[in-house]
């Protein structure tokens, strides 16, 4: 599917440009933001290469990875959000959701708004029949926003992220399957 347009009440998907490269910088550059990431804050060059690499990706014949900007009607950008298709699962049924929400943003509603986008990327455009996603253990404003939006929590993966420290993090599983999800 390219070029992904899907809108809500009020942020919509869409396709990273080269012209988000500032916009995502304040997102991916932020320590408060990154903190509960798998990543340490990037640098200006690092936002380049993960623009050109999503920009690159949609447009994969077989597309897997679904990297996309959430904007606001003003058209600013307030989040990354992606979908990622797990390879290998039986015919490609199973898909990871993750996003990373401007600071400024938070408690506004926009977290729970752009799950529900991928939800309705996965299930509706996609045909997947399992969305799932991962959290730090410590985020619990991600654990609510997962709850909300119907995701079961499954479990812990123990040990699963190394951290620029060298330290090992688990993650927390939440999940979702097509008949359980309602738009």
Known sequence: MHPVAIAGSRLTLREF???????????????????????EPRTREQVEATVAHAIAAAQQDERLDYSLAAVLRNGKLVASARLAIDVGHPLQSSAQIGFALRGDQWGHGLGSETIGLLLRLGFEHLGVYRIWGARSPSNEASARTMAKMGLVEEGVMRGHLR?????????????????????
């Open 17 to 39: 440009q080269v012209g988000d490269v500032d916009a995502l910088l304040a997102i991916y550059g932020d320590p408060v933001v990154v903190q509960h990431l798998s990543f």
């Open 163 to 183: 951290l620029a420290d060298g330290l090992w993090r688990d993650s927390v599983v939440h999940s979702i399957l097509a008949p359980e999800w309602s738009p």
